[in-house]
């Protein structure tokens, strides 16, 4: 689309998984929207997309163009790889157990991203310009955007879903803050010679989690959290000899491994911002927080921003950006950010801490959850579909 002037209801800025789910919901909703977004970069990473996630792509018409190449994770296993003298005992959760198929379903992003991009592109009050956001300014009554190619657009809410150095909180004034950690995660895909069974295994090191999760067929993707160090070391690897230090993290359960080209790299650290939303600017996904990639949080929170936006939009169309909308978005996505952040920080530290009785406790837990029927089958429930802050659409509810 050449440079013009637009008017929307709203205007969501940045096209990846959260930006895209925002975008279909809030057009879904009957609401005229912008997206601007220049084409997604490429991204060999993958996404374990939790219940409430697929249920929210099945009402947006999305999940079934992209779920052949997505591989279930029907159990979790947590081994206590840290050699201490304190080591929790191994921790096994079934997704049966709790009534679910799966309890996510793992696929890489390039597929997830063009089955969201596909229905973008046929979806009705949903206007897509392929352009970066060069200036975004906010008055009382209108939000304002001037794209790169110089598009000028108008709309009553903007959603900035435009990642970690966000243009769209800049322009409303809120401040990040963040924590580092001594860590750093790779990401790699990769081939194996034993079926993985649909098991999702995370050792717990003494530097991090080192994590496979199922893929189609006999592939996984690994998340490999080390220190800084290590993570220099990795860099320096390729071939037979990436392939054996792999197998060896993963103490060969996936038999012989060969890991295809390209990997990530991710400091890690949690950022968030001290606001969800002002000046009829609400942020969503890296733009609003960011934590380590532990546990499958990070994207199944920005999916959930993206459904809260929608929902709030949808209940205050006259006027979705107004104070009222904004502070209700604020107080549906506040809890749910602070406890999956407070939940991940508390388990990496506790990798992290040489402190005896924390290691002791870290077990303790780990054996309750054990042995505990009904306390473990609440904790798997709470972490798959958060019954506190689940909006409609990861309900599976239409917004109209």
Known sequence: MNAGSLTADVAVVGGGPSGLTAALALASAGLDTVLVAPPAPSDNRTTALLASSIAALETLVVWEACRDKAAPLRTLRIVDDTGRLWRAPEARFEADEIGLEAFAYNIENRHLIAALETAAAHRLNLRVIEDEAAMVSASDDLAHIRTARGTEIDARLVVGADGRHSICRATAGIEMHAQRYPQIALTFNIAHSRPHHDISTEFHTEAGPFTTVPLPGNRSSIVCVVTEKDAHHLQT???????????????????????????????????????????????????????????????????????????????????????????????MRRADVMSRTLAVDLLNRSLLSGFLPIQGLRGLGMHVLNTVGPLRRAVMREGVMPRGSQPRLMRGEALR
Request: proline share 6%; aromatic share 4%.
């Open 237 to 331: 690897l390729s071939g037979e000899t990436l392939d054996c230090e792999l197998e060896r993290r993963s103490h060969s359960i996936l038999g012989k491994v060969k890991t295809e080209p390209g990997y990530g790299i991710f400091p890690l650290a949690i950022e968030s911002a001290s606001l969800a939303a002002a000046h009829r600017i609400a942020l969503i996904g890296e733009a609003a927080h960011r934590i380590p990639p532990i546990g499958a949080q990070g994207l199944n929170l920005g999916l959930r921003d993206a459904a809260a936006i929608a929902e709030v939009a949808a209940d205050h169309r006259d006027d979705p950006g107004a104070p009222d909308a904004l502070s209700r978005y604020e107080n």
